[in-house]
């Protein structure tokens, strides 16, 4: 932040005036926890250019190693008996010590995981690989704000980081403009090579150039040789990325706005996380209110590798039968039918109006999100929130402050999300949750169990989606006072004989499909006047 002050790297008067927001800010935090900017975008490019990196920092040479939020925090760390972060931290933590690029955490003897069915998708992140064009973006940036505050900026290497930036764009427009997640096989970047293999060469180049100027200089401080890793480890990851082909990657690549991904993704992390995590400590502890499907650990087991574990279920907390109504409609279409979503609209309108606003509309998928939106929000008189309108901290403090609000949301408000009390008294599911069969990963994980003799459907598709609905319900019933409704709009649950293990797999609601009987559950004294 010191640095930004001294140059002129601001957008904007929107961005002058959030960095002095932050600047006052950071005088006050006792933490320096991006979590407290509850004015700031969550999308902020304002905020990668200021938050401390392990590949940005100085260490004790920074003039505000002292005072630094981060410096506390570690030194905090490695004095505490107890240490407790989050899963992304601590499997980037495992796989910098993977890679023998050191550590971020202290040394531990023992690791308790809460969440843990979040387990295997964030291990899959941080043992794959991934570059995008943000990555060569901010390498070329951080390239030349270091170089001109230790006044090496020669003309020379400034257009060494200019041709970075000017060859990574090239190359991400290379791809095409459509949004989603694609499969990039090993046909498919062999092909994508042959018609794009200036860019791609190019790119290589301006790398290898960067860190062959940077290995030339004859005062090499540290901040510089930190940056021309960066590029050596940007350029072998687009080496891996368009040159490998290891059996257990699976290879994509997304568009997302303005951001172009590249990726190569464990199909299987069970055998990396026994080797690198249960296999070197005596304890680890899993836990989570879903890790079982139909009453059995089976499926995460096998998920994560866990060959021999001591596993326990406990009773619930709260008594589900007195505390919540599981509500599902009669006559919905199947899900896949175009007369669903209007009907869809019309259970939604007549939930609500029951719960008197006060609810999560939860969806799989942002284009129903947001047609259901549509379709609703002229024919309730409820505050209506959407998801992607404001940072989601901000929706949700809205939420928490509105009487009668609801929220139209998808896969992030899913789980992690706390809102005691009456102001939340209805979560309304559009359909069962099952992960898009077309998402390259998926796809791959199904292939794997198709060639290992299994059924794929049964072992993951259908375990993976009983885990996911039972963290949408989970929003609804977070105290020993808490009632509510939760209502699935998905006839498959009761159609379908898969629908049978969703069905065990849940809590013991009091089931009805009767929009009388949910009114009467949730009473007179539960309906005030909004």
Same mark, same amino acid.
């Given at each position: 932040m010191n640095a930004m002050a001294d140059q002129a790297l601001l957008k904007g008067m929107d961005e002058l005036d959030a960095f002095q927001q932050i600047k006052q800010w950071a005088k006050l935090t006792e933490t320096g926890d991006r979590a407290e900017l509850t004015f700031l975008p969550d999308d902020s490019d304002l905020w990668t250019r200021l938050d401390a990196r392990r590949d940005t920092c100085s260490g004790q040479k920074c003039p505000s190693f002292n005072p630094c939020f981060v410096t506390g925090m570690h030194q905090r760390a490695k004095d505490a008996d107890l240490i407790i972060v989050n899963h992304h931290l601590f499997f980037a933590d495992l796989s910098l010590k993977q890679d023998d690029f050191g550590s971020i955490l202290p040394e531990y003897s023992a690791v308790v995981f809460d969440e843990a069915h979040e387990m295997e998708d964030v291990a899959s992140d941080y043992f794959g690989r991934q570059i995008s064009n943000f990555r060569f973006e901010?390498?070329?940036?951080?390239?030349?704000?270091?170089?001109?505050?230790?006044?090496?900026? =020669?003309?020379?290497?400034?257009?060494?980081?200019?041709?970075?930036?000017?060859?990574?764009? =090239?190359f991400f427009e290379t791809f095409p403009p459509r949004d989603g997640r694609f499969p990039f096989s090993r046909n498919e970047?062999?092909?994508?090579?042959?018609?794009?293999?200036?860019?791609?060469?190019?790119?290589?180049s301006a790398l290898k150039g960067f860190e062959t100027e940077c290995a030339a200089m004859t005062q090499k401080p540290e901040e510089i040789l930190r940056i021309a890793r960066r590029s050596?480890?940007?350029r072998q990851e687009l080496t891996f990325l368009f040159e490998s082909n290891e059996r257990n990657f699976v290879y994509w690549y997304e568009?997302?706005?303005k951001g172009v991904f590249l990726a190569a993704t464990p199909i299987d992390v069970s055998q990396i996380l026994r080797e690198r995590l249960f296999e070197q400590f005596d304890t680890v502890v899993l836990t989570s209110a879903t890790l079982t499907v139909g009453n059995r650990f089976e499926f995460i087991r096998h998920r994560l590798g866990l060959d021999h574990a001591k596993e326990r279920g406990l009773p619930p907390e709260f008594d589900y039968e007195k505390q919540a109504m599981l509500y599902l409609p009669?006559?919905?279409?199947?899900?896949?039918?175009?007369?669903?979503?209007?009907?869809?609209?019309?259970?939604?309108?007549?939930?609500?109006? =029951?719960?008197?606003?006060?609810?999560?509309?939860?969806?799989?998928?942002?284009?129903?999100?947001?047609?259901?939106?549509?379709?609703?929000? =002229?024919? &309730?008189?409820?505050?209506?929130l959407l998801q992607g309108t404001s940072p989601r901290s901000v929706l949700l403090e809205r939420f928490k402050n509105t009487p009668g609000a609801v929220l139209f949301a998808t896969a992030s408000f899913w789980q992690? &999300?706390?809102?005691?009390?009456?102001?939340?008294?209805?979560?309304? &599911?559009?359909?069962?949750?099952?992960?898009?069969?077309?998402?390259?990963?998926?796809?791959?994980? &199904?292939?794997?169990?198709?060639?290992?003799?299994?059924?794929?459907?049964?072992?993951?598709q259908v375990p993976q989606a009983v885990l996911a609905l039972k963290q949408g319900f989970g929003r609804l019933i977070r105290t020993k006072t808490d009632r509510g409704v939760l209502a699935l709009l998905d006839s498959r649950i009761q159609r379908m004989a898969y629908g049978k293990i969703f069905l065990e797999s849940l809590p013991k609601y009091k089931m009805t499909s009767d929009l009388a009987e949910v009114s009467r559950f949730l009473g007179k004294k539960d309906r005030k006047k909004i």
């Open positions: 901010e390498l070329a940036r951080d390239a030349d704000q270091t170089l001109r505050l230790l006044h090496l900026g =020669t003309p020379s290497l400034l257009r060494r980081t200019q041709r970075i930036r000017e060859r990574s764009r =090239t970047r062999e092909a994508f090579l042959e018609q794009n293999r200036e860019a791609y060469d190019d790119l290589a050596f480890e940007l568009r997302r706005n009669q006559n919905m279409p199947d899900v896949r039918n175009p007369a669903f979503t209007a009907k869809a609209a019309d259970e939604i309108v007549n939930l609500l109006e =029951t719960s008197q606003g006060r609810a999560f509309c939860l969806f799989t998928s942002y284009s129903q999100m947001n047609e259901l939106f549509e379709r609703v929000r =002229t024919r &309730v008189p409820f505050p209506l992690g &999300v706390d809102v005691p009390g009456e102001q939340l008294s209805c979560v309304i &599911v559009d359909r069962l949750p099952f992960a898009v069969p077309s998402d390259p990963i998926v796809a791959a994980r &199904v292939a794997a169990l198709q060639e290992d003799g299994r059924n794929p459907f049964a072992e993951f």
